[in-house]
């Protein structure tokens, strides 16, 4: 087989056999297909789309492209959630700690920031000494003892889409159903949890810009997660604007510690209490989803969740003195309003272009080899529906350098249309899919 010919195929969109998406993964992983073609490969994929079956196929052969992991030596039914990716997404931050400290065991890999959206990693990093590279163990057993470990994706799990999802987060690839939908479940697979918990992101912040093709997405994850003997649930929520107020890794951080301190943005903590929900239920510790939501309020107000947070960063090496007070964390060199040019009420906001500045401003990562600036990022003043007088902030830019700063502006300033008329702020929870 050479490359060469799945390229050309797949530009002229045909299927692919489940020997030739093999082929593909096995000699991507050994070095033997150049970037450069890989790329061509995604763009290809990307404007002719996969069939169901390509989709299947590409995620098992992603899945065992390397370890599949035993959580045999973790008790109780281990729940995994994963969420499409989206601008100010912390809930993975919230919800982890909230099911983990009513005894569900959260064993969770998570990722980096990709092309717009956060990642949970890069986050978790910006707690001094937190550590997000655990030996298995080490993973394990922090799961056994404190019931939740969350690490980055290890070289071993799934290194066909740790390679493909660096790549197509610099080669402008990522929103592609088959492609987003083979990325997380091929992970979710090879991590070996035994129910998964999705969050399926649809608005102007998400991959997927509308609802259609957010539940097109959602039924294929469902649809693999079941074949593959996985419960699996999905839920749709809103992306239309950041999520919470916060976007930029520390930032969403500080933010993620209000919340479970019960000061938390009311949209966070609906979409926590969601998709936590689902754990809770699919671990079978609550006879209906109405009663694990009270439970899981229950943790935020007795302040267990908090306390699980504490002991969760201090097993993998962060220093929990920050968490208790946030205030510690770094903040960025310089605060900078972007105001209304008039009166009105919020009727939309660009979200993805609110992402793209918290990047511009260096949160996020312009090449494969980014370092990224971890105390910069946007704090959201004006959210839809909301009313704003002329000259007003709309919202606050925390960043380190003027240039950078200007361009974010303009990014923001053009993301948010007002309007004359009232406007009614979306509904945050848009469906489940079971
Ligand atoms: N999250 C992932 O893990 N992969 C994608 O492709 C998109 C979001």
Do not use: C
């Amino acid at each position: 087989m050479r490359m060469y010919d799945l390229i050309e195929k797949k530009k002229q969109n045909k299927a692919l056999s489940k020997e030739e998406i093999q082929w593909f993964i096995e000699h991507y992983i050994n070095g033997d297909i150049p970037d450069y073609q890989v790329s061509a490969f995604m763009m290809a994929i990307y404007f002719n789309g996969m069939t169901d079956e390509e989709t299947s196929h590409l995620t098992l052969s992603m899945a065992e492209s390397g370890e599949m992991l035993s959580l045999e030596g973790i008790e109780g039914i281990i729940v995994d959630k994963h969420s499409t990716g989206g601008v100010g997404d912390k809930t993975t931050l919230v919800v982890a700690p909230m099911v983990a400290s009513l005894g569900v065991p959260v064993a969770k890999m998570s990722g980096r920031g990709l092309g717009h959206t956060g990642g949970t990693i890069d986050k978790l990093e910006s707690i001094p000494g937190f550590q997000t590279s655990i030996p298995i163990e080490q993973f394990i057993d922090n799961v056994n003892s404190i019931k939740i470990a969350i690490a980055g994706q290890t070289a071993n799990l799934a290194p066909a889409d740790k390679k493909l999802y660096a790549l197509r987060d610099v080669t402008a690839t990522v929103n592609q159903r088959s492609l987003i939908a083979s990325s997380i479940m091929s992970k979710k697979i090879a991590s070996g949890a035994d129910a998964i918990v999705l969050d399926v992101k649809v608005g102007t912040g998400a991959f997927m810009k509308n609802e259609p093709e957010a539940v097109e997405l959602a039924e294929i994850m469902v649809s693999i997660g079941k074949k593959l003997g996985r419960d699996t649930t999905a839920i749709i929520s809103d992306m239309n604007q950041p999520l919470g107020f916060a976007v930029g890794n520390n930032l969403e951080v500080i933010e993620a510690i209000n919340t479970l301190n019960g000061n938390g943005p009311k949209d966070l903590l609906e979409v926590s209490l969601e998709l936590a929900s689902h754990m809770v239920y699919h671990a079978k510790k609550a006879s209906s989803i109405e009663e694990a939501k009270k439970m899981l309020q229950e943790t935020i107000d007795n302040g267990s969740a908090l306390k699980k947070f504490m002991e969760f960063v201090k097993d993998q090496g962060g220093d929990e003195s920050y968490v208790s007070d946030t205030t510690k964390f770094q903040g960025a060199s310089f605060k900078e309003a972007v105001n209304a040019k008039s009166s009105g009420y919020i009727a939309s906001i660009e979200a993805e272009q609110i992402g793209y500045s918290a990047l511009v401003l260096g949160g996020g990562r312009e090449t494969k080899e980014s370092v990224i600036d971890l105390s910069v990022g946007v704090i959201i003043e004006k959210k839809i529906g909301d009313y704003v007088a002329k000259g007003e902030p709309l919202a606050i830019i925390h960043g380190n350098d003027s240039t950078k700063i200007a361009n974010a502006k303009a990014l923001i300033q053009d993301a948010y249309v007002i309007s004359e008329t009232e406007v009614e702020p979306p509904q945050i929870i848009k469906k489940v899919i079971t």
